[in-house]
């Protein structure tokens, strides 16, 4: 039967129409009909000798071989990014006695949040703040325990960052373990604040203990 093919310069098939037209420049070949099958399946190792598509033996077995390389690999070694995660959960957990504000310089190397299981000090990040767990909980057994969710802030607290780099949009303040103290940083209706002294209050429902810096 005949096909149309476009074909490489050193003349292995680089796509083909059994019925229509490829586009771009075509030449008509012929193949047998019982290599048919065989020709869609593995065309790129065919290339025109005088009219007639030919198998290349040798460059299928290198196509071959190299597919089944790269299953191997797909399957058994971790890409460049996972292995990278991997090595920065490593690093951080021989960081285990960081301060909210180094874990937040770091907040990269942390996972988003996600249902699951959790331990007091596991960190997360969700909505553009880094969390920390400081009551276990297993999301099976109380899915409401979600970012957004009035229970959220029974589990997690936001860490809060020393330095105009590490300031994090204010979040409510629940109880004494996420207030605010001094010289903590924050983003507040898009202008930036220092803590001046410990509070529970945003800027505008407490002014007096921030400090408006831009």
């Not at 070694?77 to 874990?103: K, T």
């Not at 105009?164 to 924050?186: N, S």
């Not at 803590?195 to 407490?206: E, I």
Request: glycine share 8%; with cysteine; hydrophobic share 40%.
């Amino acid at each position: 039967m005949q096909i149309n093919v476009i074909s490489t310069p050193d003349g292995y098939v680089e796509n083909y129409a059994i019925v229509g037209s490829t586009g771009g420049s075509i030449v008509t070949a012929t193949i047998s009909d019982s290599q048919i099958d065989y020709f869609v399946t593995h065309h790129a190792a065919y290339r025109l000798e005088n009219g007639a598509l030919v198998l290349d033996e040798d460059k299928l077995a290198a196509e071959q071989a190299a597919a089944e390389q790269a299953a191997l690999t797909a399957r058994y070694i971790p890409s460049e990014a996972q292995s990278a995660a991997a090595v920065g959960q490593m690093v951080l957990a021989q960081m285990a006695n960081l301060d909210d504000d180094a874990r937040i310089r770091v907040s990269g190397l942390y996972g988003p949040w996600s249902a699951g299981q959790f331990e007091v000090g596991d960190i997360r990040n969700s909505g553009g703040q880094t969390w920390a767990c400081f009551q276990a909980h297993d999301n099976a057994t109380y899915p409401d325990i979600k970012p957004g969710s009035a229970a959220w802030f029974t589990f997690w607290r936001p860490l809060h960052g020393k330095s105009p780099e590490t300031a994090r949009p204010f979040a409510p303040v629940q109880g004494a373990h996420d207030m605010y103290k001094i010289g903590e940083y924050a983003v507040f209706e898009d202008a930036l604040y220092k803590c001046v002294q410990d509070t529970a209050y945003s800027p505008a429902d407490y002014p007096q203990a921030w400090e408006k810096l831009n």
